[in-house]
């Protein structure tokens, strides 16, 4: 049952997506925040689909802890669901990803016009260099900057791999980094197209102020979202015990 039931969601999910994509292309001549509006939209249609053919619910909890403004969001990345889930909390998400997307036909004009940050994980020091500019100049307009540490899918329980870019923003930007904790990979896992019922629960955790020098920053960073992290997985593998076994 469950794998008919993540057929049908995954069948719904793309038909979705290219349905939107198509609706997006006139918002191109329009102002940036209509087509913020529409993205934003699109995603709650995602997690709406997922609730209803496979009950996958979702739990956001610590909103109030976002502070107002320009911040720099890191936050754990187990699935693609926070690719588009993290859209619907966040007033004017910027997200930091791999420059290759931008080329993809559709997905990557909506993506330049939104004005997301590429990062071309080939140029090396020149890379940081550019996203830094980029995120600089997206932070001064008030947006939240998120960034996957991490910087790929990690399955839950998996060995941390921290990059470097997200110490080296946090510097830059002098703003607040707000941490974020999550066990969506539990119930959307990478590389697989089942989906199985429970609540992804996602943590906003205590901001991190600006200031910190980078090796304290990062592994204050590090022990925040892996510590919640794990928290969130054993809630999860509880709410799995029994929908794995039908």
């Known amino acids: 049952m469950i794998a008919i039931r993540s057929l049908l969601f995954n069948l719904a999910f793309y038909l979705v997506l290219l349905v939107y994509l198509i609706v997006a292309m006139p918002t191109l001549l329009l102002p940036r925040r209509a087509l913020l509006r529409l993205v934003r939209n699109w995603s709650q249609v995602n997690l709406g689909l997922l609730r209803l053919i496979c009950g996958v619910k979702a739990e956001f909890r610590g909103l109030e802890k976002i502070p107002s403004g320009a911040v720099l969001v890191a936050s754990k990345h187990q699935s693609l669901w926070e690719t588009f889930a993290l859209i619907t909390i966040f007033d004017d998400p910027a997200y ?7 080329w993809i036909p559709f997905f ?8 997301m940050i590429p990062v071309d994980r080939g140029a090396r ?6 996203m830094t500019e980029h995120a600089k100049v997206e932070a001064a307009r008030g947006r939240q900057i998120i960034i996957f540490p991490e910087g790929t899918r ?5 060995e941390p791999k921290y990059k470097f870019g ?18 969506s990979g539990l ?4 590389r697989s197209f089942m989906r199985y019922p429970g609540i992804v629960r996602v943590e906003i955790l205590d901001p991190i102020a600006p200031g910190l ?17 794990a928290r969130l997985v054993e809630e ?4 799995l015990a029994g929908p794995r076994s039908r």
Not at 96 to 102: G, N, P, S
Not at 109 to 114: F, G, I, L, S, T
Not at 170 to 177: I, T
Not at 187 to 190: A, T
Request: aromatic share 8%.
């Open 96 to 102: 930091v990803l791999k420059r290759e997307l931008m």
């Open 166 to 183: 997200v110490a080296h923003l946090y510097s830059e930007l002098g703003v607040p980094c707000v941490p974020v904790a999550l066990n």
């Open 187 to 190: 119930f959307w896992p990478r």
């Open 108 to 115: 990557g004009w909506c993506a330049r016009k939104a004005e």
């Open 213 to 229: 020098d980078k090796p304290e920053f990062s592994a204050r960073l590090q022990d925040k979202i892996e510590a919640a992290t």
């Open 125 to 130: 020091s020149q890379a940081l260099t550019r």
């Open 236 to 239: 999860g593998r509880s709410d």
């Open 154 to 158: 990690r399955a839950p329980g998996a």
